[in-house]
């Protein structure tokens, strides 16, 4: 499940995560339903969105850069982040970014 | 054909747009495919990823602030605006946010 993220008035932090995956997804699924989980639970943590047709995209929302840094060196975390580096994913990008603006309806 | 953005080191700017659509999205794709085309050809365009499943979520990267204002005013990307704001989705947010660090495989 995921919609569009209920961010508080910038400035803010966003997190963007790209990735493709490899050939072998297996466990794949538990652990990044186990990792929205668990993120959703972090101090600074404001919201994520997710979505994965070619490419995959999911937009954590974090309050400062402390809170992410935080998250990245979760002991648990890092081992999916391991896993995923040498297993699920062929290529990704992490870019981190401050949202300054943002509008909507 | 949406893969992961090469962009050029950091600092740049990501515009993160995330929509639900509505039950209406009749002409939607034709004029998605058409606004791909003509933002990659804009000043400042850097690349862009999109994929959809319960959200939508598509990333461009933009050079700098003035890229994005003039895309965003775009005569031809207004009017699409207009129509998606109208009939396309029932929500959306758009966020503007400086790319300070990026990292991957």
Same mark, same amino acid.
């Given at each position: ?15 963007? %995560? ?5 050939? &072998?997804?297996?466990?794949?699924? #538990? ?13 600074? %943590?404001?919201?994520? #969105?997710?979505? $994965? ?8 929302? =974090? $309050?400062?850069?402390?809170?992410? +840094?935080? =998250?990245? /060196? +979760? /002991?648990? +975390? $890092? ?8 297993? =699920? ?11 300054? $603006? &943002?509008?909507?309806?």
């Amino acid at each position: 499940m995921s919609l569009i993220a209920e961010t508080p008035e910038p400035p803010y932090y966003a997190v963007i %995560f790209s990735s493709l995956q490899s050939a &072998d997804t297996a466990g794949y699924a #538990e652990m990044a339903e186990r990792m929205m989980k668990l993120a959703a639970g972090q101090p600074g %943590f404001l919201g994520v #969105e997710s979505a $994965r047709e070619e490419v995959g995209i999911t937009v954590s929302y =974090w $309050r400062d850069l402390k809170s992410i +840094h935080r =998250w990245k /060196a +979760h /002991a648990e +975390h $890092r081992e999916a982040q391991r896993i995923g580096r040498e297993k =699920w994913y062929s290529s990704y990008k992490t870019r981190v970014a401050l949202v300054e $603006r &943002d509008y909507g309806k």
